[in-house]
């Protein structure tokens, strides 16, 4: 089999991680590193051990031996980035939000079929082995019909107004950010999962923090908890911390969700609840081995992954046996293995999020952009 070969435009932290991730595949080399500056490129490409890197992404797409890229970027630079990629031949893995509008996203939505090329968007999670055993129980039956979804996205990072990230600022990140950078994931997640599609919604959005203090050099996500208060400076804040979403999926299903930033104590926790007529579903990111079953008339049970008891199409998205568990890192690994796959062949399946599937999360986040603004319920276009 033919090696094939990537780069990786970002240093930062999801830089790291698709970089990590690329090397499990065994048949995908990490060729080159494109950062924002020179510097920052030859930095990240040394603590990675890859050898070439640039401060100018445009030289890695002249270069006829990269077979696709990975922008995991901020997400002003998603569409320049994709765009400019796909126009040099090469297949594109972009983080999400996809695009920093509907209308970025139809273009790359359009460019990529008109060239056939290899697209996805980056919504990881559905790949956890228990989020595919709830939806292949769903497709089985298992769950009846789903009257009710709910849950939520906490995390803890942005509590404080001294925690600061390049998604807090509106013209890198877009007009959202907690719903941009996390709800999408959860609402992507349920329609996976359910086969229903949000119609409607409506959305209240919260800012707690008008105003945050802006560190005066560049943090990784996640990290900036031990800086003193002469390294920062106080900016306006126009992205919000926190949303609540009331939800209509298909003709009668119903849901509500809530997305949050300043949860203190919650790391990470998407929680998602199905409610159906026969059986109900939750399962957290936090604990992701386990998957709560719960039935009217008989006790409810919590479920461990484990291959060889799993639902038979959601088998393969574990690679541990019982007992050894697969989290947040192994996501990236299911999805790379499953997008090079139709790199290397054109005609294989497509088992992971395509860019019309980006499409489809902005058209949702636009829609409770739109609802919370007016304090109204909005239809998804």
């Known amino acids: 089999m033919k090696k094939l070969r990537t780069a990786i435009f970002g240093t930062g932290f999801m830089g790291r991680v698709h970089t990590e991730g690329v090397r499990r595949l065994g048949n995908v080399e990490v060729a080159a590193i494109a950062g924002s500056t020179a510097d920052k490129a030859r930095k990240f490409a040394d603590e990675v051990g890859v050898d070439r890197s640039t401060g100018d992404y445009h030289e890695l797409l002249a270069d006829p031996s990269i077979d ?58 559905r790949y956890y082995p228990q989020v595919q055993n709830m939806r292949r129980m769903r497709e089985a039956g298992d769950l009846g019909e789903i009257y009710a979804v709910q849950g939520t996205y906490s995390q803890d990072w942005l509590l404080y107004d001294t925690d600061f990230n390049w998604r807090i600022e509106s013209d890198m990140n877009g007009r959202s950010r907690a719903f941009a950078d996390i709800g999408t994931h959860w609402c992507d997640m349920v329609e996976h999962i359910t086969g229903l599609r949000v119609t409607s919604l409506c959305a209240d959005l919260q800012t707690f923090h008008k105003t945050r203090k802006k560190p005066k050099g560049s943090i990784e996500t996640f990290s900036g908890k031990t800086l003193q208060p002469s390294d920062y400076t106080e900016i306006p804040i126009d992205t919000e911390d926190f949303g609540a979403v009331l939800l209509r999926l298909g003709e009668k299903t119903r849901g509500a969700m809530t997305v949050s930033q300043i949860s203190a104590g919650r790391k990470n926790r998407l929680f998602v609840e199905i409610y159906g007529t026969k059986a109900s579903v939750a399962w957290n990111q936090e604990s992701p081995d386990e998957l709560w079953i719960g039935e009217r008339n008989t006790p409810n049970r919590i479920v461990v992954k484990d291959p060889s008891l799993l639902a038979e199409k959601a088998r393969s998205y574990a690679d541990l046996p019982g007992g050894h568990s697969e989290g947040y890192d192994d996501t990236f690994k299911q999805v790379f293995r499953r997008f090079y796959r139709t790199v290397a062949d054109r005609h294989a399946p497509v088992e992971y999020p395509t860019f019309e599937d980006g499409l489809r999360q902005l058209r949702i986040l636009e829609t409770v952009l739109e609802s919370s603004a007016k304090h109204a319920w909005a239809d998804v276009k």
């Open 68 to 125: 696709a890229v990975h922008v995991c970027t901020p997400n002003a630079l998603h569409f320049p980035m994709s765009k400019a990629a796909m126009e040099a031949g090469k297949h594109v893995l972009c983080e999400k939000p996809l695009a920093m509008s509907t209308a970025e996203a139809q273009e790359m939505v359009r460019l990529a079929r008109e060239k056939n090329l290899a697209n996805c968007t980056f919504h990881n999670l």
